[in-house]
């Protein structure tokens, strides 16, 4: 185990409000940019209405801001972020593909980490979907898994894939003890052959030398010796691969931050891990070891089918419900919020670790006002302070706060030309059929189109419109006149993506406000938890229950 060393401490309520104050300040001006739609970028004269700059001035500025924050030391960028040394690849991952692998295998050793401390070992996955975290946890780590997913051909095809993922974990355990026996049969071979012809002159001389001594020699005498270094080096292989399913005692953070060192002091009871004795953690990560080993050849992985809302009661859904962590991966638009109201009003979870995903589907309070509203808890806000300010983002920025800064900067930029396409193509149906407002999308036509043509003639006939009454010299007339124009378009989709994370950290400031407002919640952060390039949704909001 690395050296533990203190996590930094998480901000106080007083002290997130004020970032919450200071941020909003900020997006009063910048929302209306985020709010904006590409698609009525030239006919409603966005850039000139917004922006009005020279698209050369503000790129060449984003580019100058983009550079000055690499730069940055890691202390100085806001939220706190945390990672650990990559566990073991187990070949289970094969089943993902490798963005999946990622998370999975990050986030299932931060929840085993947690589970560990606190002696938990059930976990309930929220919006589980295809089950790869559940029967990641459930294989590796032994934990007791409830996969709860609102989709019945997602609970169905995650038994089925996790049968699947059973047999396969098998083979790959059984090859791993194939190849330490493997190598303890060539050890000794190799040690045989180099010891034959020692034992036979031994032999030799012993008859030679003592011939009425030749009935009470020693076997040991005539046999290879296995009670040094081969032993030595077979114990030690045993070892290592009983040992790589539980390679860390304590949950790790970024430089192997120890819970014991994370944690207020009023979170965890006195006792400590670092304070039981060798013996008793040595016979506790036996038991802990024999069950894990036991955990290929139990089911204890259960997806269900349930749709999840904040009044959802466990009980009804999990017969045998104790104390437990609840989790979730990319919990789908109020999917992650309700997981944070269900953790606070159960008192057997213990913890929470939600990575929420989707936030164009958040449902918003103050959005919509003028229609009736009969629902009662809401997507966003949560928090005290945001409903009084009765803050709304708005469904185009919740959309554009999905999209990847980290990815853009990269190198895996934005697809200009097929938002330019659409752009165009608008203007062309506004002036051409007099359509401001049609209910029918364009979808993903781009990638299968040769040109611009067969791009407006496809889309055309997706949206129901007679695009014979077009001939091709209009269109592209129509494609020549916003041609130019075109960089203030990749203008103005940059900006939306440096504003991207500013209406991100908004959504999640308010959530962990929300968790800070609770009074039996011990410790609460915002992690970084997965790389952005890989995941663009890399921030995990977890939090503690304090000890009964």
């Known amino acids: 185990m690395a050296a533990s060393c203190p996590l930094p401490v998480t901000p106080d309520l007083p002290t997130l409000r004020a970032k919450l104050q200071g941020l909003l300040q900020f997006l009063r001006d910048a929302l209306s940019?985020?709010?904006?739609?590409?698609?009525?970028?030239?006919?409603?004269?966005?850039?000139?209405?917004?922006?009005?700059?020279?698209?050369?001035?503000?790129?060449?500025?984003?580019?100058?801001?983009?550079?000055?924050?690499?730069?940055?030391?890691?202390?100085?960028?806001?939220?706190?972020?945390?990672?650990?040394?990559?566990?073991?690849?187990?070949?289970?991952?094969?089943?993902?593909?490798?963005?999946?692998?990622?998370?999975?295998?990050?986030?299932?050793?931060?929840?085993?980490?947690i589970a560990d401390y606190y002696g938990i070992k059930q976990v309930i996955d929220l919006g589980s979907g295809k089950g790869y975290l559940s029967s990641f946890l459930s294989l590796k780590y032994g934990l007791k898994v409830y996969g709860i997913d609102s989709s019945n051909t997602n609970t169905h095809g995650a038994e089925e894939r996790n049968r699947k993922l059973k047999k396969h974990w098998k083979l790959c355990h059984a090859q791993s003890r194939l190849d330490v026996n493997g190598l303890a049969l060539k050890m000794a071979k190799e040690r045989k052959v180099k010891n034959k012809v020692k034992n036979k002159a031994d032999t030799e001389e012993v008859f030679n030398n003592s011939p009425t001594n030749q009935e009470k020699m020693p076997t040991s005498a005539?046999?290879?010796?296995?009670?040094?270094?081969?032993?030595?080096?077979?114990?030690?292989?045993?070892?290592?691969?009983?040992?790589?399913?539980?390679?860390?005692?304590?949950?790790?953070?970024?430089?192997?931050?120890?819970?014991?060192?994370?944690?207020?002091?009023?979170?965890?009871?006195?006792?400590?891990?670092?304070?039981?004795?060798?013996?008793?953690?040595?016979?506790?990560?036996?038991?802990?070891?024999?069950?894990?080993?036991?955990?290929?050849?139990?089911?204890?992985?259960?997806?269900?089918?349930?749709?999840?809302?904040?009044?959802?009661?466990?009980?009804?859904?999990?017969?045998?419900l104790e104390d437990c962590l609840m989790v979730g991966l990319h919990t789908c638009g109020d999917l992650a919020p309700n997981t944070l109201r269900i953790f606070t009003s159960n008192s057997e979870i213990k913890g929470v670790c939600s990575v929420g995903c989707c936030y164009h589907l958040l449902s918003e309070e103050f959005e919509n006002q003028h229609k009736e509203r009969t629902q009662e808890k809401w997507g966003f806000p949560m928090c005290h302070y945001l409903k009084e300010e009765r803050w709304c983002c708005g469904r185009n920025a919740r959309m554009s706060a999905c999209l990847a800064l980290e990815r853009v900067a990269a190198g895996q930029g934005l697809p200009t030309e097929s938002l330019f396409y659409r752009a165009v193509l608008q203007d062309i149906i506004k002036d051409c059929y007099g359509i401001t407002k049609c209910d029918r999308h364009v979808g993903k036509i781009y990638s299968k189109c040769s040109s611009f043509l067969d791009y407006v003639r496809r889309s055309l006939k997706k949206l129901g419109l007679d695009e014979s009454k077009l001939p091709e010299k209009i269109i592209m007339n129509y494609y020549e006149k916003y041609k130019p124009r075109m960089n203030e378009l990749e203008a103005f989709n940059m900006l939306k993506v440096v504003l991207a994370p500013c209406i991100e950290t908004l959504i999640l400031l308010d959530r962990l406000c929300y968790l800070k407002e609770q009074e039996d919640i011990a410790w609460s952060a915002l992690v970084k938890l997965f790389d952005p390039v890989k995941s663009p949704r890399c921030y995990a909001v977890i939090a503690l229950k304090k000890q009964q």
């Open 33 to 113: 940019i985020s709010n904006a739609h590409t698609v009525d970028f030239y006919t409603e004269s966005v850039w000139e209405e917004l922006v009005d700059l020279p698209p050369e001035t503000v790129l060449a500025a984003l580019r100058k801001s983009a550079s000055e924050t690499e730069a940055l030391p890691s202390e100085t960028r806001p939220l706190v972020e945390a990672e650990w040394e990559a566990g073991e690849n187990q070949k289970a991952v094969e089943f993902m593909n490798m963005k999946k692998s990622h998370e999975v295998q990050a986030m299932s050793e931060l929840i085993s980490s």
């Open 222 to 320: 005539i046999l290879p010796d296995f009670s040094g270094s081969v032993i030595s080096n077979i114990r030690n292989q045993m070892e290592t691969l009983h040992s790589q399913p539980h390679q860390k005692e304590n949950l790790c953070f970024e430089n192997s931050f120890s819970l014991i060192n994370l944690l207020p002091i009023n979170a965890v009871e006195p006792t400590s891990s670092q304070q039981i004795p060798n013996r008793e953690t040595s016979e506790a990560n036996k038991e802990r070891r024999k069950m894990t080993s036991k955990s290929s050849e139990s089911n204890i992985y259960s997806p269900l089918t349930s749709f999840i809302t904040a009044d959802s009661e466990l009980h009804d859904i999990i017969k045998d």
